[in-house]
């Protein structure tokens, strides 16, 4: 095959070899950590070494935790259920207490409630933030009622990744399991009407520290060296059962992606590095993390750009214009759902999931899940499927044309990031968001705090951004390729993180620029009152922070550009 662009490219994807990876995932349930993941690993290693990259298995310790048996006796009848990773097994007989129901599990939900010593009953698929929230509140367990009569297998830890000294009093501190809605729903009625039902949960769940596997592939740009920059393509391995959309059918598509994009390596203007997760089922995000941390000067210097993958090709998954990228990235996006799809990118903004562990480093990052299902009656906190997280995650869920589809944009925007001269980083794009937030904010602080020199500062920053925008001509694109990767180092942090950037927030949300929330919290305060006082406080340290960041910026791409 000769050199051709990566748009083009996208009509060599191969239906028949995804799905032929597909059936061979199909045959391994990869816990983390077990031995079928790592015969799991070893035929991705394979291929990937038939397509002339350089592989290695990393094992590293990671905290890792695997359910096991779980029941709910309600009266002393049995009821199907499922505990979760990171749930704390019960007690010897179990763990029985009074039931509280806390509607949908949000902040406001639990607030005024005594849920001391109780079990909270709440709506919906188990998550980290009703974890947290439970852990607060001093309750000791917590019963799930399933959106429909499948059980979502979860881990409900709120810790990103290995926990630390000061993370591991954030691990859940609840017994944690899974109902059907119908059985849920009962004792839900049973409750409104003034009932007081007798819940045991039941739990096992092993939990410990344990050698998990990271599978790292790389190809280097024809005459790259150590220093040369990379872009970082990567999905976890680790699945909950079978799981062969999530992450068997990305993990295919890992390998289309690697072997097409080899067709054009002679235009490759940095480096290609695939890794392939474990812990991110079972660990909280553990395998991304640990990289990040053990390699975190390297993905500093040289990590351009993270693309990362989840569960592509799901049967009926027709909406893709609700995929997510950093502001940075979705103009990159956009071309690659127009060009490929014909879908128009709404230009959702990227969340904390899907092994998102590079933004306190700064490194800007798109996708993950990329096709989600249309809306249904259903109350799930996903879009990937019924059977996502459940048994039946099985070869019949993936749709080789879907598959096909979402491999295409995959390619289009790894090869673009690849093949560019100029890195597709629209960083006055990233400026804008941060303006129109400050637009917004300005009138709720009027009178009281002034935002004007920050407002300044950012069209300052704007107006000289966009002579380093891709499509500026830029005369030394060395220079302007370091530029936009160390803006993105300034930038990516305060808008999508509130840790330092050698750490992990916690997994759950982040607000839109992150820096800005002690002036938020400042314009929900009541003139005069104490709260006010102390909000300006971590106002003014807030703003000090951000002008800071602004100068630095803009100081850099006042020297790029000479």
């Known amino acids: 095959m000769t050199d051709i662009s990566p748009s083009a490219l996208a009509a060599e994807v191969s239906g028949p070899l995804l799905m032929d990876h597909c059936r061979a995932l199909s045959r391994w349930v990869k816990l983390s950590g077990t031995e079928d993941e790592a015969e799991s690993l070893r035929y991705f290693r394979a291929r990937l070494d038939e397509y002339g990259y350089q592989t290695r298995i990393i094992l590293h310790d990671a905290y890792i935790s695997l359910p096991g048996k779980a029941r709910v006796l309600v009266d002393g009848t049995a009821l199907t259920a499922i505990t979760h990773s990171m749930s704390r097994s019960s007690p010897a007989g179990g763990l029985s207490a009074p039931l509280v129901y806390v509607g949908q599990g949000a902040a406001a939900d639990f607030a005024g409630k005594d849920l001391k010593g109780k079990i909270v009953l709440a709506e919906g698929i188990a998550t980290p933030v009703v974890a947290a929230l439970a852990r607060d509140a001093g309750a000791v367990g917590q019963l799930h009622i399933s959106p429909h009569h499948h059980l979502h297998e979860m881990c409900i830890s709120p810790v990103w990744g290995n926990p630390d000294p000061e993370t591991v009093t954030q691990l859940p501190a609840t017994v944690a399991c899974t109902i059907s809605n119908a059985d849920g729903s009962a004792i839900r009625d049973r409750l409104a009407a003034g009932e007081s039902p007798q819940v045991v949960l039941h739990a096992e769940v092993d939990t410990g520290w344990r050698k998990t596997p990271i599978l790292e592939a790389e190809l280097s ?62 660990g909280r995000y553990s395998g991304s993390a640990w990289y990040v941390d053990n390699h975190w000067d390297e993905l500093d210097r040289r990590c351009a750009a993270h693309v990362n993958v989840d569960s592509t090709g799901g049967v009926g998954a027709i909406v893709l214009e609700d995929a997510a990228a950093m502001a940075p990235l979705q103009a990159l996006l956009r071309d690659a759902l127009s060009t490929q799809t014909g879908a128009a990118l709404k230009g959702k903004r990227k969340n904390r ?25 259903l109350k799930m906190r996903n879009a990937l499927g019924w059977w996502w997280h459940t048994p039946e995650d099985l070869i019949d869920k993936v749709d080789e044309a879907n598959l096909v589809r979402d491999t295409k944009v995959f390619l289009h925007v790894v090869g673009r990031l690849l093949v560019d001269t100029v890195l597709p980083l629209d960083i006055p794009a990233h400026v804008e968001t941060l303006r129109d937030e400050l637009a917004e904010l300005g009138p709720k602080l009027a009178q009281r705090f002034d935002l004007s020199a920050l407002q300044q500062a950012v069209d300052h920053l704007h107006g000289l951004a966009l002579q380093l925008a891709p499509a500026s001509g830029a005369t030394n694109p060395a220079r302007t390729n370091q530029a936009l990767m160390a803006l993105s180092r300034i930038l990516v942090p305060i808008d999508y993180a509130t840790t330092d950037r050698f750490g992990h927030d916690p997994a759950l949300p982040v607000p839109e620029w992150a820096i800005l929330q002690p002036l938020r919290d400042l314009a929900a305060t009541t003139p005069g009152t104490d709260a006010a006082y102390l909000h300006t406080v971590s106002a003014r340290r807030a703003a000090n922070r951000l002008a800071f960041s602004l100068r630095t910026a803009t100081n850099l791409v006042a020297e790029a550009l000479g």
């Open 353 to 377: 999931s899907s092994d998102e562990s590079l933004p306190a480093l700064g490194v800007p990052s798109m996708l993950g899940a990329l096709s989600e299902q249309p809306p249904t009656k």
């Open 221 to 282: 740009a024809p005459g790259g060296n150590a220093d040369t920059p990379f872009i970082l393509f990567s999905g976890h391995h680790d699945t909950w059962y079978y799981g062969v959309m999530d992450n068997g059918s990305a993990n295919a598509t890992m390998l289309e992606v690697a072997r097409l994009a080899t067709a054009c390596r002679s235009t490759w203007q940095r480096g290609l590095r695939l890794c392939f997760w474990s812990g991110h089922s079972h």
